[in-house]
């Protein structure tokens, strides 16, 4: 995979901060919340920080696969449903959580099953953010997150060599 113009490695330790600072500014909107809806796969990971810090129980997956070979979008493909249950009132009172918003592709068909819902990512992009309500972090549309489940320890080289 060739590497993008702009990257932005992000490490567990960075991740977990963003994923806190995301479960503040939801804990800050003063709701109770009867569920989350992790938007798998990276959704899991602040999904499981954000429910323990705010004391969320429930806790539902919808499985989109939206990217291929990490390379680039591909054809949005829903591979597990929301329950019924958690689709009851539009998602009022349920929290949707994923890693990144890209192109807002994923949470526009969501938002389309459950419209009541809130919908917080820890960063986000500007062609997807206005389909998010909460996240922590704005990246430029041509950068390239580096999650810290896909990043083993190696030598980066540094910028003013060609490094990223």
């Known amino acids: 995979m060739p590497l993008p113009d702009k990257a932005f490695p992000v490490s567990w330790d960075q991740f977990h901060r963003d ?4 479960a503040w500014r939801i804990a800050g909107q003063n709701q109770t919340w009867r569920a989350i809806v992790a938007i798998t796969r990276g959704g899991l990971v602040p999904a499981a ?3 323990r810090e705010l004391n969320i129980r429930l806790i539902e997956t919808v499985c989109i696969a939206s990217y291929h070979d990490y390379s680039e979008q591909g054809d949005m493909v829903m591979l597990k449903d929301i329950s019924e249950e958690i689709k009851e009132d539009g998602g009022k009172g349920v929290l949707v959580i994923d890693d990144l918003t890209d192109t807002g592709k994923t949470a526009a ?12 990512t820890v960063y986000a992009k500007p ?38």
């Open 127 to 164: 062609q997807g953010r206005p389909l998010i309500d909460t996240f922590v972090t704005e990246v430029s549309q041509d950068t390239w997150i580096y999650f810290p489940w896909d990043m083993g320890f190696t030598y980066q080289e540094p910028i003013s060599k060609g490094g990223a």
């Open 109 to 120: 068909l969501i938002r389309k099953m459950i419209p009541q819902a809130h919908f917080a």
């Open 49 to 51: 920080i954000i429910c």
């Open 19 to 22: 994923a806190r600072a995301l």
